[in-house]
């Protein structure tokens, strides 16, 4: 890890404030800019002030790379360095500084509310942790692998209706990882995407959870409509009465309970616009299995 030795502030960077155990009164700060020099602290809100302890090494690991118009940045801080870490109740925030050339000068941004400063711990954010990738029973449930082919990921679509624009990711329009997935219909047919789900179990209570965004979703006839559809075997439909309308996004879920899988039946799941015209956005889908009472 390439430490810095002059104040980080006074370069263009990322800078990550996490309160591990969400008492917003201990946190952790990092600066990180584009050459992956790292400044890191330990840091303690008494009122309305902070102080730092510079002198403590996160251990932290770091990536960065530039490119011609942006840069990237990887960043894993080891666990046994985030005393007291609780994943349901940590707090964050995170800015940007950009120090430009005159006349634009220093650009500063921040995702929790700006009320007094970046390290006003009062109002951080909650952090919501996906589950780890070897649990997840939907693959790219947040849309961030590349897209290739007709995949999408785990995704699978109709290669004419990708080459048309018809469904594809989002990039402006989105949830959570920088993407969505945007359907869009035009009147004369179903357009929709496929995953299989060789990890469900037959016979066994699952939830799905999911954002939803919709523009002017209007029926061509008596079967149009927005809806998700799982084979389980059996075909499973939510909602019943499939979505219309215009909706900004909102969060939705489902609880279903499966059959019994055979080779010629298999789960899946396919997410559906029947014939009709407008724009769905779909983004952060998640599927875990709900243990039953015995």
């Known amino acids: 890890m390439l430490r810095r030795t002059f104040p980080p502030w006074q370069d263009s960077g990322i800078e990550f404030f996490l309160s591990p155990?969400?008492?917003?009164?201990?946190?952790?700060?990092?600066?990180?800019?584009?050459?992956?020099?790292?400044?890191?602290?330990?840091?303690?809100?008494?009122?309305?002030e902070s102080r730092a302890d510079a002198a403590w090494n996160s251990s932290a690991e770091v990536k960065a790379g530039r490119g011609k118009e942006a840069w990237t940045l990887e960043f894993r801080i080891?666990?046994?360095?985030l005393a007291g870490f609780d994943p349901e109740k940590a707090v964050f925030n995170m800015a940007r500084n950009r120090n430009l050339k005159?006349?634009?000068?220093?650009?500063?941004?921040?995702?929790?509310p700006y009320i007094k400063g970046f390290h006003d711990s009062l109002n951080y954010g909650r952090l919501r942790f996906d589950v780890p990738a070897e649990e997840k029973l939907i693959e790219n449930g947040d849309f961030t692998v590349p897209f290739s082919g007709r995949y999408f990921g785990g995704w699978w679509a109709d290669q004419n209706e990708v080459n048309q624009g018809?469904?594809?990711?989002?990039?402006?329009?989105?949830?959570?990882?920088?993407?969505?997935?945007?359907?869009?219909?035009?009147?004369k047919k179903r357009r929709l995407v496929t995953q299989w789900l060789p990890k469900l179990k037959s016979n066994t209570t699952y939830q799905l959870t999911y954002d939803l965004k919709m523009e002017n979703v209007k029926s061509s006839g008596n079967d149009?409509?927005?809806v998700i559809n799982f084979g389980a075997p059996a075909n499973v439909f939510y909602p019943k009465n499939r979505y219309f309308g215009t909706m900004p996004w909102t969060s939705q879920g489902m609880t279903f309970k499966t059959g019994v899988f055979t080779k010629e039946h298999p789960a899946f799941i396919r997410l559906q616009?029947?014939?009709g015209t407008g724009t769905v956005w779909f983004d952060n889908l998640q599927l875990k299995e709900i243990k039953e009472q015995p």
Request: hydrophobic letters at 30%; glycine letters at 14%; charged letters at 30%.
């Open 166 to 187: 018809f469904i594809a990711y989002d990039e402006k329009i989105f949830r959570k990882g920088g993407r969505s997935l945007r359907i869009r219909n035009d009147g």
């Open 224 to 226: 149009g409509g927005v």
């Open 21 to 48: 155990d969400g008492d917003r009164q201990n946190y952790v700060h990092f600066i990180i800019n584009a050459d992956g020099a790292v400044y890191d602290a330990k840091c303690e809100r008494m009122g309305g």
């Open 102 to 112: 005159s006349p634009c000068g220093v650009k500063l941004y921040t995702w929790s």
């Open 273 to 275: 616009f029947f014939p």
């Open 78 to 81: 080891p666990l046994k360095e």
